[in-house]
């Protein structure tokens, strides 16, 4: 079964960064990818990246390129998704999800993927 636990959200000035942490199983990151995607108030679910330990290939939102980057800690089996000079834009429920294989030009889509956590919030406000 997986089991998927965002933590990490929280409020942070424009410019500030976070680190959120995707807490899962070694089985989970051994047999899937796990992508990263964020809802705001109103508006559809957005793909953020994607990683597979497959490969280590990943995947970024051209809207998050060059300010967030996603990452695997084998031995603790997270995924981290570390997020640098936040804009308000970036306000939003952050989910991480599950899918079975490597990312694919399919993971941007969420109902590619099976499996999801919680969700955890980040407000980026001054």
């Known amino acids: 079964q997986v089991h998927l636990v965002e933590s990490g959200g929280d409020l942070v000035q424009p410019g500030g960064s976070l680190r959120l942490s995707c807490a899962t199983s070694?089985?989970?990151?051994?047999?899937?990818?796990i992508a990263w995607f964020r809802q705001a108030p109103g508006k559809e679910r957005e793909a953020v990246s994607c990683?597979?330990?497959?490969?280590?290939?990943?995947y970024y939102a051209e809207s998050v390129k060059g300010r967030f980057t996603s990452s695997i800690d084998n031995f603790r089996n997270v995924v981290y998704l570390q997020m640098n000079t936040l804009k308000p834009e970036d306000t939003a429920v952050y989910f991480c999800?599950?899918?079975?294989?490597?990312?694919?030009?399919?993971?941007?889509?969420?109902?590619?993927?099976?499996?999801w956590g919680q969700g955890t919030q980040v407000t980026v406000s001054s």
């Open positions: 999800a599950a899918e079975a294989g490597k990312c694919w030009s399919g993971s941007t889509d969420a109902t590619n993927f099976d499996y």
């Open positions: 070694r089985s989970t990151l051994g047999l899937h990818s």
């Open positions: 990683i597979s330990s497959f490969d280590e290939a990943t």
